[in-house]
């Protein structure tokens, strides 16, 4: 069975630049890896690691529900001047009997740490109604995503009642690796190695289970 090959935390030519240089000495085929540092990258983003995506991907899709809207904001009951496509938004609104439009979304995944890191790109949003039908969002005229929240905020005029599901594609992640995520995945690839070669750690002087937690300590930032 195939599996997915991300973009690793850490290169092989880094891996091999230090100390670890002897552990891995064994590992001579290119598959083998990008093997090991994809399942390595794979952990790290994981429920033992940070819990969320760090490395580059592509294609993710995310459904949430369109809940919540803010007192404080125009709600597009206010008399808001706008443009041609938000004042025929406004107009469906009305026919339809509601005024209650939600005005922001959130993606899961964004940059909890080093934001100026961390590249969007969205390939769509699709609305999809209660009232039946549905409707692609013009990327032009959306704000965001921001990447240390994931907000994105949808103009005034956007048809998007309460209840509607919105279902984002979008790729992200670091388009530039911190250094402490690339030496946490430098730590979790050596632990994997090691684990294959000595359990024990008797054998070649290093620990799999402390390479571990090093590296989740370190993680632990990016939750």
Known sequence: MATDTPTPLCTWAQLTEGAFADLVRGYTNPQAQTDVLSEATRICEGSEGAGRRLAPFTGLVETERATGIDPDEYIDAGNVPLDLAGTLGLSYAYSMGTTSLVRHGWLSQY????????????????????????????????????????????????????????TYTYGGGYSTMPA?????????????????????????????????????????GYR
Not at 138 to 161: C, H, K, M, Q
Not at 196 to 202: A, F, R
Request: charged share 20%; glycine share 10%.
């Open 111 to 166: 940059a909890p740490r080093y934001p100026d890191l961390w590249t969007y790109s969205v390939e769509s949003i699709l609305i999809s109604r209660s009232y039946g039908g549905d409707q692609l969002v013009n990327l032009a005229n959306v704000r965001g995503p921001y990447a240390d929240s994931g907000e994105i905020w949808f103009p005034i005029g956007t048809f998007l009642p309460v209840g509607s599901i919105i």
């Open 180 to 220: 402490d995520a690339c030496r946490a995945g430098k730590l979790m690839t050596a632990s994997l190695v090691a684990r294959e070669l000595d359990p024990t750690g008797q054998q070649h002087g290093h620990d799999p289970d402390v390479l571990a937690a090093e590296a989740t300590a370190i993680l632990d």
